[in-house]
């Protein structure tokens, strides 16, 4: 089995910045795409941003210039550099992975969610 564990949430004022972080343990060959959702209260999860193994990227519109994802292969860690918070960025955060386990195939595993507050 997989596990993903989001850190780096917190509380921050309006305009400032925090840094999420997820990694994957467990028994894995490998890990494909890996992404961060986020819901608010009441809300959908919705999308935030994707990354391939290869670095390629996407990102929903309300975050593009503002949030930046990475990874680090080697470290099993994807990061979600979040820049000039807004109040509406209010959420909880998770990661999530396309992971080939060790019955070989892939699955889509999601982490347990890390909480940004941002304050007006």
């Known amino acids: 089995q997989v596990q993903l564990v989001e850190s780096g949430g917190g509380l921050v004022q309006a305009g400032g910045s925090l840094r999420l972080s997820c990694a994957a343990s467990g028994s894995f060959f490998s890990i494909n795409a890996m992404g961060w959702y986020r819901q608010a209260p009441g809300k959908q999860r919705e999308l935030v941003a994707t990354?391939?193994?290869?670095?390629?990227?996407n990102y929903v519109d309300f975050v593009k210039g503002r949030f930046t994802i990475s990874r680090d292969n080697a470290k099993n860690t994807v990061y979600l550099q979040m820049n000039s918070l807004k109040p509406e960025d209010t959420a909880v955060y998770y990661c999530s992975a396309n992971v080939r386990d060790r019955l070989f195939l892939w699955q889509n595993y999601w982490g347990q969610g890390t909480q940004v507050t941002v304050s007006s």
């Open positions: 990354i391939t193994s290869g670095g390629s990227t």
